[in-house]
């Protein structure tokens, strides 16, 4: 298990009584009449660089363990930070498709804490002048919400990631891992404008698909390139926002909205027995689906924040800005409203084709002078089919624009029919995924062939026609049938002679 990076800087945000959304419904059974829950979420996304931060060192993940890392990032007396030009260029980037205002000059401090896995001892960020402030997200019907809502965004900040602490490895001792230490990272923190862990949820995944469309970042919690801090109070309506708790070490959507919902309870059931709710950052327990305590909540005092040093101040001509601004791709939901429109696709088809990276862009090259319609039923159904049934990903898809294409044309002219085009595309896949067995048989070895036959009578759960499927591999494979078949016979005539003898 690893410990989270603990860089989420505690941005004061003034409570005051706002007008509840009351025509809101209901987000979870137990909530209790009169109250409402406010969310705000601070997002560390890793920025998507070949460097680090301050050094030359490289970016990683799953690399064998302290491979990456220089004396920079180690922390060695003497060294200094540089900044790293591309990741300025990247969060700028994101802050113009969030609509935030860039800060012609922005600061970098220092924020003290003592960790092992932080070997400066303190973390190089941009609490009081970050580069850039403000901005919206809106969520929509289309979203999935019953009415729109806009969040606002308070700041995004450039800072540097932690490396990791291993505690699971060896008993009573922890390891560290510093491929990760000194990493960009972009703080997101939104104003506290949501109210469920429905609006929450979404809220990220919009936010990913942002981050992923203008190339900034991976976005993938589950592998750590993206993290979520959750702030959390409950109020009565009509009365100031109460006291919040922060939860971390959320590494999905799924666990964020669980752990938002089960911390909602708890604050109600203590404020309706009379309790009160301390400030204090809370993990959250799958197994329980309850959350616990971490520690107190540290203050900005607590972090001893001072102007960093060795940085000079981030200056940004107007120009920089406006070229990055002009070079902004289609954003999500300019682009969901134009696919659904052209294609004529529903909410669900345009949703997972924006939610699998790479799919939009192979659907509208194999559109490319085909039926809009049959294109789409190949790629969601049948290809997306097989490559499920792979427990493979879009990004892992062996299938090229032009098979699938071609696949497609041969279909709808008559040359082949759609059973016969599903075979040719799992032959494809597996032969793409198994060059080297393919490349025995094309230099005259068939012992080979009935492996592949094999594995395609696996997956199709043997309903696969063996004439058809041994003609259409063998044309995959750029063979002929009666080879395979001679090699065989061949085979057979060798095992003949030797029973005989």
């Not at 137990?30 to 490289?58: C, R, Y």
């Not at 009573?172 to 990760?180: A, E, K, P, V, Y």
């Not at 490319?368 to 898809?397: D, I, P, S, V």
């Not at 709808?412 to 048989?441: F, H, M, P, V, W």
Request: net charge negative; aromatic share 6%.
């Amino acid at each position: 298990m690893f410990c989270s990076a603990r860089c989420g800087d505690i941005i004061s945000i003034e409570r005051v009584s706002q007008p509840p959304r009351s025509s809101s419904p209901p987000f979870l059974e137990f909530m209790a009449e009169g109250w409402e829950a406010v969310i705000g979420i601070e997002v560390h996304a890793q920025i998507n660089t070949k460097t680090k931060l301050f050094s030359d060192s490289p970016t990683s993940f799953n690399e064998p363990v302290n491979t990456n890392i220089s004396v920079i990032d180690a922390a060695y007396p003497g060294v200094q930070p540089r900044l790293n030009d591309h990741a300025v260029q990247l969060a700028v980037k994101t802050a113009l498709a969030l609509n935030a205002d860039i800060q012609t000059k922005s600061t970098f401090d220092r924020k003290h804490y003592f960790y092992p896995d932080l070997p400066q001892g303190y973390q190089i960020t941009q609490q009081r002048e970050p580069v850039a402030r403000g901005g919206q997200i809106q969520l929509t019907e289309l979203d999935g919400l019953p009415k729109d809502v806009m969040v606002g965004i308070h700041q995004l900040q450039l800072e540097q990631d932690t490396g990791k602490s291993i505690h699971d490895m060896r008993p009573g001792q922890t390891l560290l891992d510093l491929n990760r230490a000194g990493t960009g990272l972009m703080e997101i923190v939104t104003k506290p404008d949501l109210r469920s862990s429905l609006e929450a949820g979404l809220l990220v995944k919009k936010l990913q698909a942002i981050l992923r469309c203008v190339g900034s970042s991976k976005a993938n919690m589950e592998e750590g390139s993206m993290r979520c801090d959750i702030n959390v109070s409950v109020h009565k309506l009509d009365e100031p926002f109460g006291t919040r708790c922060e939860l971390k070490n959320l590494n999905s959507v799924r666990f964020l909205s669980l752990a938002i919902d089960a911390e909602i309870e708890r604050q109600i059931e203590i404020l309706e027995s009379g309790g009160s709710i301390q400030a204090e950052t809370r993990g959250f327990d799958v197994s329980t689906g309850t959350t616990f305590k971490l520690r107190g909540k540290e203050s900005a005092p607590d972090y001893r924040y001072m102007p960093e040093p060795d940085l000079p101040p981030l200056l940004l001509k107007q120009q920089y800005i406006d070229e990055i601004k002009s070079s902004l791709p289609e954003l999500p939901d300019q682009c969901r409203s134009r696919i659904m429109q052209s294609y004529n696709m529903n909410l669900t088809e345009a949703n997972i084709l924006m939610n699998e990276p790479g799919s939009l862009q192979f659907f509208e090259e194999v559109c490319q002078g085909r039926n809009t319609k049959t294109a789409l039923n190949w790629t969601l159904h049948e290809l997306f089919g097989q490559l499920t049934g792979e427990h493979l990903t879009f990004e892992e898809n062996p299938i090229s624009v032009e098979q699938l294409g071609s696949l497609i044309d041969l279909v709808q002219d008559g040359t082949i029919t759609g059973d016969e085009a599903s075979l040719k595309a799992l032959c494809e896949s597996l032969i793409d995924r198994n060059s080297a067995k393919a490349n025995t048989i094309r230099q005259g070895d068939p012992k080979m062939f009935k492996w592949f036959i094999g594995q395609v009578m696996k997956e199709t759960k043997g309903l696969a026609d063996p004439v058809a499927l041994n003609q259409i591999l063998s044309d995959t494979l750029g063979c002929r049938l009666e080879d395979m078949d001679a090699g065989s016979a061949s085979k057979k005539s060798k095992k003949s002679k030797k029973s005989s003898q």
